[in-house]
């Protein structure tokens, strides 16, 4: 199997299954001498990790990460960092049913239809279980942009109910299982998914992702564009359908007067009095919040019957059994985090390279 890798200077290839004995990634590029320890991976991890609450997937993991190469006394050598998480509370039984079976939704079809075998076990290579080493990763990468950027994400709609961006607080994203901006909308996505989970079903969320203190002049025309880099990294998360940037799909109802960004100067500095560009200026980066979301579709995991084919050709139903989330998109949010700074910190070693 080959695209296990992404990035140019600061790369990452993930490695592992669902329900194998482990699951890993090597990050390459780092700089050497940047202070790195486990206890600076391990805090996003455990903001993906299952279990955490009744609305996400209970399969108990701890995530618990471990540095095998790349770090000395404490420090980055400039030599690939490897890390791994064991995986403690697989239960393959759960797919013994569906071994033969193509579910509607997942990546069953496909991966037979390229490879002839797939590793049905929670979807093997294809889970979102291989997401846990991007974040691993992301922590790595916040580790090169240093505490001048932060980058943070919210869950901004699940099913057909969104926040309110006017009582938008980023604090409250850590008050709630949702990473919730808007504290009222809370018991309204908590009814929404237990009347979806009572029912068999699952639904979708938008997640949005920013990051502020990235500096001006990031990105390169005319194949190296943030906006593309972005939506690359986004659109490559499991379940994600959808990545806009700035104002996004939003902009085809804006007048060219509402939508660009008018300049002013503050404090000797240019200063952009809108951000309808997300941050970005023909694939450069403006010194602006760099502003991404993405659409996560619902859950394919249900318990619903569903009509669908087996390996041999014959039709048949399928209803699928285990630990789910009824909603995969808020365990999105780190995920779209460390997307994020590992798109940042490729393309601030990409521009240091190029511009000193």
């Known amino acids: 199997m080959s695209s296990n890798s992404f990035g140019l200077l600061f790369r990452v290839t993930t490695w592992g299954e669902s329900h194998g004995p482990a699951i890993g990634c090597v990050v390459d590029g780092v700089p050497p001498r940047i202070p790195l320890a486990e206890a600076d991976i391990q805090p996003a991890l455990d903001r993906r990790r299952p279990g955490t609450s009744r609305f996400v997937t209970q399969r108990r993991e701890s995530d618990t990460v471990r540095i095998l190469s790349g770090v000395f006394e404490g420090q980055t050598t400039g030599t690939p960092i490897a890390l791994v998480i064991e995986n403690e509370d697989a239960r393959s039984r759960d797919y013994g049913p569906i071994k033969d079976t193509y579910r509607p939704g997942h990546a069953d079809f496909t991966y037979d239809a390229k490879y002839g075998i797939r590793d049905y076990r929670g979807g093997g290579r294809a889970s979102a279980r291989e997401t846990a080493m991007r974040v691993a990763a992301g922590a790595v990468a916040q580790k090169i ?5 932060t980058v943070r994400g919210a869950v901004i709609q699940v099913g057909g109910h969104a926040v309110d961006r006017k009582r938008w607080d980023w604090a409250e994203t850590t008050q709630n299982p949702f990473f919730s901006p808007d504290a009222a909308i809370v018991p309204v996505w908590e009814d929404a998914l237990y009347a979806a989970r009572k029912a068999g079903t699952s639904l979708g969320a938008i997640i949005q992702v920013e990051a502020d203190g990235v500096p001006a002049g990031l990105g390169a025309p005319v194949y190296g564009k943030v906006d593309a880099d972005l939506a690359a990294a986004m659109v490559g998360i499991n379940a994600v359908k959808g990545v806009e940037i700035g104002a996004g799909f939003a902009a085809a109802t804006l007048s060219g007067d509402e ?9 000797g500095q240019p200063r952009f009095l809108t951000n309808n560009a997300g941050g970005v200026l023909g694939g450069i980066t403006t010194g602006q919040p760099v502003v991404a979301r993405f659409v996560v579709k619902p859950t394919s995991s249900i318990r619903t019957p569903r009509r669908t084919i087996t390996r041999d050709g014959a039709e048949t139903e399928v209803s699928t059994e285990g630990r789910h989330d009824p909603c995969v998109g808020i365990r999105a949010v780190p995920v779209g985090e460390a997307m994020m700074a590992c798109v940042l910190a ?9 511009c000193g």
């Open 145 to 149: 942009l240093g505490d001048g950027v």
């Open 259 to 267: 939508n660009g960004d008018e300049i002013r100067m503050a404090g």
């Open 346 to 354: 490729d393309l601030l070693l990409r521009h240091r390279a190029q």
